[in-house]
């Protein structure tokens, strides 16, 4: 390294220096809290991107759920706690429990029927 090529070393770290220079004028003047709160900032725009992704995949895997049409038994995704149509019958369909269920308004008794063999009637 000749000392020829020391001033243009210089300039590329100027902006850095400068910098540097700015914080350390501020720490000496009792203003240490105002750069310990840039930092602190910074550390915060850094840190809160990845935070957010992390905790959209940890509310997406407690609420999202994938099962069949109890109607026509076609499997697709809805959310838990929600109200959804299936997307082949139409039928409306409730969210609750991780499982789908047809929505019946209040009042109505929904019913499921049982196949009876007329062997079992005639005993």
Same mark, same amino acid.
Request: with cysteine; glycine share 4%; hydrophobic share 45%.
């Given at each position: ?5 020391? %001033?243009?070393?210089?300039e590329?770290?100027? %902006? ?5 220079? #700015? ?41 999202? #759920?994938?099962?069949? =049409? %109890?109607? =026509? ?12 149509? =299936?997307?082949? =019958? ?25 196949e ?8």
């Amino acid at each position: 390294m000749s000392l020829k090529s020391f %001033p243009s070393q210089l300039e590329s770290l100027r %902006p850095w220096l400068t910098l540097l220079a #700015v914080f350390w004028l501020l720490a000496s003047l009792g203003l240490g809290w105002l750069v310990n709160s840039l930092l602190f900032i910074f550390g915060l725009l850094l840190l809160a991107p990845v935070i957010a992704f992390f905790g959209f995949r940890w509310w997406l895997q407690r609420n999202l #759920v994938v099962d069949q =049409c %109890p109607v =026509c038994r076609y499997e697709f995704t809805g959310l838990n706690n929600s109200q959804l149509q =299936c997307p082949n =019958c139409s039928e409306q369909l409730l969210v609750q429990n991780r499982h789908f269920r047809r929505f019946t308004p209040d009042g109505t008794i929904d019913v499921t029927a049982v196949e009876v063999t007329t062997k079992s009637l005639e005993d």
